[in-house]
């Protein structure tokens, strides 16, 4: 066990555990960190009664104004769902799928799983070759990448059971939105800049194309998301923060959902749109299978961590049971002596992640479809026997000596988003949702004008085998006509001794669980502010590869070298993740934590 002295300096003085020359006792064996990798101390955004932190400004000013209504957290939800449709084309969708879970103020709790689902013509080998090879970029990009959306219908379900407001109240300020047009940031600018390319290639214009409007995004024939000019002609050059984005076509078919509900996605001019589009790119998706599409309610994972209770999304994410393994397995160490992403707790985490995301590829898929052993993953007796052997002090585990199911999983696509919410009852709601990759297959439905999700991709497209993100998985996860691909997403609350405490989720593919795990434990266990747990530089391992990706900063030298001489490889990465968070005080005050990774924001009243 490490000396308290090895705390990082920033956190000695939070904690106030020392005082910051602490710093001078350190023992010899190890160096003395010269600086705390944590962001220093800020200011969180607090309020008496409620709150939205979500992935954009637009939207949580939508979400907190239908608070301000009267709303409740679920309607709220809603709201917030079809703005970022509208302002975060990115990952905000209607075309893709996601999870829901809450905690109402009387303690209830429940799961919603708008999941996307392969369609009926969806086979397991279906983006193989006749050699059976994987067909480079068929899962992400294109109409075959498209799993069977699932958010409209979730947003109507949940609001038809929990929503308070009339359901057009909290589609029409998406409506406004689309059709005044959004003020892009420097960071959705850059995002459209990236992808002007793809956005050609994948929808197909027609030479000579007839084009009208200002940086009108999806002009009758027009490639979405592309700048042109009055006359109509496209200008090649980038969107800059502070341009409008309208969605004419986008405003027509919220239009059409806040009329209709349901049946202005699924049925109607939207859905024929959307065969049209499947049968112009030669996709499956058929009316057939948007009549059927359900969303489900599940029974969330309930598990507890120290005096805490956790409440997590089941399968078909992947995440609560990860999370829940996480946190029993780290139970048995007092994280917050050993001190913040010190090499001793990151040693202890890592080899946590490591056993964890093992079960994940091997165990994992829709509960719909097969056995998913969750109860045996979250036994007592069968985490410390995962955990054996593993003693602070000890050194890194080779994955190839942890046991697992064959593949070697890589990274999940990082665009997802996730919001929180909670109104002034005290009815809590965790939200995260996606497209799986930045603007997911790329395809926009041609006069529909939203994006496709590219969620095929999240299935094992060979069981075994890597899949172009580097994920893999067993037959667990393999590809089956109307099933639903395994996620990571980790919608989450968090309560002590009967009262909410936290709501937290992020996006980041397979880094969600590790980076709501962080956050988790910044708040819980090192007593840090919830802006400070969401702006903490971050590590993530998933078993293979094996190495501990490390964003800047998160190490002090000191803990770098004495992780690389116990045998972990670490691997510097750019930025990831975007946490959106809200602490509840005991006194009720509510802290919000919007992660400074994106264009988070947090407000209450
Ligand atoms: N597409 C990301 C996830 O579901 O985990």
């Known amino acids: 066990m490490l000396h308290r002295s090895l705390l990082p300096l920033g956190l000695i003085a939070l904690l106030g555990l020392a005082p910051a020359c602490q710093r001078a006792a350190a023992p010899a064996t190890t160096a003395v960190p010269t600086a705390s990798p944590l962001p220093a101390a800020t200011v969180p955004v607090t309020a008496r009664q409620a709150m939205v932190v979500s992935a954009h400004p637009e939207a949580t000013r939508i979400g907190l104004e239908v608070l301000r209504r009267g709303g409740n957290a679920y309607d709220a939800t809603v709201a917030v769902q079809f703005a970022l449709a509208v302002c975060l084309p990115a990952a905000g969708n209607i075309g893709g799928g996601g999870f829901v879970v809450y905690r109402g103020a009387d303690g209830a709790v429940g799961a919603l799983d708008f999941r996307e689902t392969a ?290 999983p890589g990274y999940e696509s990082d665009q997802t988003t996730h919001y929180s919410i909670v109104d002034a009852t005290g009815n809590a709601v965790s939200c995260t949702t996606t497209l799986n990759g930045a603007y997911g297959s790329k395809v926009v439905v041609a006069g529909a004008g939203f994006l496709l999700n590219n969620e095929m991709d999240d299935f094992s497209v060979k069981p075994g085998v890597p899949n172009s993100y580097g994920v893999t998985g067993g037959a667990a996860n393999a590809i089956g006509p109307g099933k639903r691909m395994l996620s990571s997403m980790t919608p989450s609350i968090i309560t002590e001794k009967g009262k909410l405490r936290l709501v937290v989720g992020t996006p980041g593919g397979s880094t969600i669980i590790t980076s709501v795990l962080q956050a988790t434990l910044n708040v819980l266990d090192y007593g840090l502010d919830p802006q400070q747990a969401v702006a903490a530089p971050r590590l993530h391992h998933q078993w293979l590869p094996d190495h501990i990706d490390v964003e800047a900063g998160a190490l002090t030298p000191a803990a770098e070298a004495e992780l690389q001489r116990r045998g972990y490889k670490l691997n510097p990465r750019g930025a990831w993740g975007r946490i959106d968070a809200i602490e509840r005080q005991p006194d009720g005050t509510l802290r919000g934590g919007a992660d400074p990774r994106g264009d988070d924001t947090a407000a209450g009243y």
């Open 119 to 408: 369609p009926a013509k969806a086979s397991r080998d279906m983006y193989l070759d006749k050699q059976g090879n994987v067909i480079p970029d068929l899962s992400t990009r294109g109409h075959l990448a498209a799993g069977v959306p699932g958010t409209v219908a979730g947003m109507w379900e949940l609001h038809q059971k929990l929503g308070k407001l009339p359901w057009r109240e909290l589609v029409q300020p998406a409506v406004e939105l689309a059709t005044q047009g959004v003020r892009l940031t420097e960071k959705e600018a850059a995002g459209l800049n990236a992808n002007r390319q793809v956005f050609f290639t994948t929808n197909e214009l027609p030479a000579g194309f007839p084009v009208v409007g200002v940086f009108a995004a999806q002009a009758e024939g027009a490639a979405p998301y592309v700048r042109y000019t009055e006359g109509g002609h496209l200008l090649d050059v980038d969107w800059h923060a502070g341009d409008t984005l309208r969605q004419p076509q986008l405003a027509a078919t919220l239009t059409r959902i806040r009329d209709a509900g349901r049946s202005g996605f699924y049925a109607g001019p939207t859905a024929n749109l959307i065969i049209q589009e499947m049968l112009l790119g030669n996709g499956l998706i058929t009316q057939a299978d948007l009549d059927q599409y359900q969303p489900r309610w599940r029974t969330p994972l309930r598990g507890r961590y120290r005096q805490y209770e956790v409440i997590s999304m089941p399968p078909p994410s992947s995440g609560g049971v990860a999370l829940l393994q996480l946190l029993q397995m780290l139970e048995p160490f007092d994280l917050r002596r050993l001190g913040w992403h010190s090499a001793e707790a990151v040693h202890l985490i890592t080899e946590a992640e490591r056993r964890v995301y093992a079960d994940r590829a091997t165990y994992l898929g829709d509960p719909d479809f097969g056995r998913v052993p969750v109860a045996q993953l979250l036994a007592p007796d069968y985490l410390k026997q995962r955990m054996a052997g593993v003693t602070p002090g000890s050194g890194a585990t080779p994955s190839a000596q942890v046991a697992a199911g064959a593949g070697l």
